[in-house]
């Protein structure tokens, strides 16, 4: 990790700090990984989601959120009136698929984390979503997504709300109305401030 806080540190733009994650050698996700899956949408944009790692899809294309749970992420942004070209913009706890898509391991996050807090830094959102209990974690330092969400927190400088994650929307649809007040929520501070 303090090799990864020095390159993150010394990363002065969005630019420099995909190349520095791109020359990291330390960790071994990248060996299995095709793509380095650094983020998307708008860097100007207000809103900064959070997700947990690429799947397939993401480590095929090199982008995040464009397998199935991205297609529900797009979705359900469009029902706030967000685009997810302009007025978001997306990034995950790790840049690289872990194998099989097993959970990342704390150790993988605790090393890669420096390079998360610059990508913040640099983006500068008024308001970051975290989605699931993996990004929740690794942001807070906190579990239990389904006590946590919805619920505005002050831990780090910027208003932070917890979401579920939308791959288990998938899973669980019955979620889904939670998460519906959740964006709603979102939106309420959007207008707001
Ligand atoms: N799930 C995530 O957390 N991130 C992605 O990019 C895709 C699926």
Same mark, same amino acid.
């Given at each position: 990790? @303090?090799?990864?806080?020095?390159?993150?540190?010394?990363?002065?733009?969005?630019?420099? !700090?995909?190349?520095?994650?791109? *020359?990291?050698?330390?960790?071994?996700?990248? %060996?299995?990984?095709?793509?380095?899956?650094?983020? @998307?949408?708008?860097?100007?944009?207000?809103?900064?989601?959070? #997700?947990?790692?690429?799947?397939?899809?993401? @480590?095929?294309? #090199?982008?995040?959120? $464009? #397998?199935?749970?991205?297609?529900?992420? @797009?979705?359900?942004?469009? *029902?706030?009136? +967000? /685009?997810?070209? /302009?007025?978001?913009?997306?990034?995950?706890?790790?840049?690289?698929?872990?194998?099989? =898509?097993?959970?990342?391991?704390?150790?993988?996050?605790?090393?890669? %984390?420096?390079? !998360?807090?610059?990508?913040?830094?640099?983006?500068?959102?008024?308001? !970051? $979503? +975290?989605? #699931?209990?993996?990004?929740?974690? *690794?942001?807070?330092? %906190?579990?239990?997504?389904?006590?946590?969400?919805?619920?505005?927190?002050?831990?780090? =400088?910027?208003?932070?709300?917890?979401?579920?994650?939308?791959?288990? !929307? +998938?899973?669980?649809?019955?979620?889904?109305?939670?998460?519906?007040?959740?964006?709603?929520?979102?939106?309420?501070?959007?207008?707001?401030?």
């Amino acid at each position: 990790a @303090d090799l990864a806080r020095q390159a993150a540190k010394a990363a002065m733009s969005l630019e420099q !700090l995909q190349a520095a994650m791109g *020359a990291f050698e330390h960790c071994e996700l990248k %060996k299995g990984a095709r793509n380095l899956v650094f983020a @998307d949408g708008n860097p100007e944009a207000r809103v900064m989601i959070i #997700g947990e790692a690429p799947g397939r899809d993401e @480590d095929r294309e #090199g982008r995040p959120f $464009v #397998g199935r749970a991205g297609q529900l992420l @797009d979705r359900m942004l469009e *029902a706030i009136d +967000l /685009s997810r070209e /302009s007025s978001v913009y997306i990034t995950n706890v790790l840049p690289w698929r872990p194998p099989q =898509n097993r959970d990342p391991r704390p150790e993988e996050i605790g090393m890669l %984390k420096p390079f !998360l807090e610059r990508h913040v830094e640099l983006v500068k959102p008024d308001v !970051l $979503v +975290l989605m #699931g209990n993996i990004s929740c974690h *690794a942001m807070l330092g %906190k579990r239990g997504i389904t006590r946590i969400r919805g619920k505005w927190d002050a831990a780090l =400088n910027l208003p932070t709300i917890p979401m579920f994650h939308p791959a288990y !929307l +998938l899973r669980q649809p019955q979620a889904k109305r939670q998460a519906w007040a959740d964006l709603l929520e979102l939106k309420a501070k959007l207008m707001g401030s």
